[in-house]
Nanobody, 115 residues
Framework: QVQLVESGGGSVQPGGSLRLSCAAS????????MGWWRQAPGKERELVAR???????DYGDFVKGRFTISRDLRKNTAMLQMNSLEPEDTAVYYC?????????WGQGTQVTVSS
């Protein structure tokens, strides 16, 4: 059974930082393309960052160098370091794993940026 469990969300002030983690079981993050998506109320889910099995990394245009996606192969975990957070970053953040037509999602973790 595949499980993706996100953690690290919370409430921060503008300009603050958070580090999200996605602990995977049943799959290897080294084999799957790992991504972070987000969905704000009333908006469509959008790609935040994605790292494939090689070294290729993609970020949403809104990231503008503020976020970094990475993987810890020993812990079988994908991470998202988020700096310089803005109120517009408020959303539920989801971890996603994709490989050859298989796609798995975590349950999401809430990120709230507010003063």
């Amino acid at each position: 059974q595949v499980q993706l469990v996100e953690s690290g969300g919370g409430s921060v002030q503008p300009g603050g930082s958070l580090r999200l983690s996605c602990a995977a079981s049943g799959i290897l993050v080294s084999v799957f393309d790992m991504g972070w998506w987000r969905q704000a109320p009333g908006k469509e889910r959008e790609l935040v960052a994605r790292i494939n099995r090689g070294v290729s990394v993609d970020y949403g245009d809104f990231v503008k160098g503020r976020f970094t996606i990475s993987r810890d192969l020993r812990k079988n975990t994908a991470m998202l370091q988020m700096n310089s957070l803005e109120p517009e970053d408020t959303a539920v953040y989801y971890c996603n794993a994709v490989l050859a037509g298989e796609s798995y999602w975590g349950q999401g973790t809430q990120v709230t940026v507010s003063s």
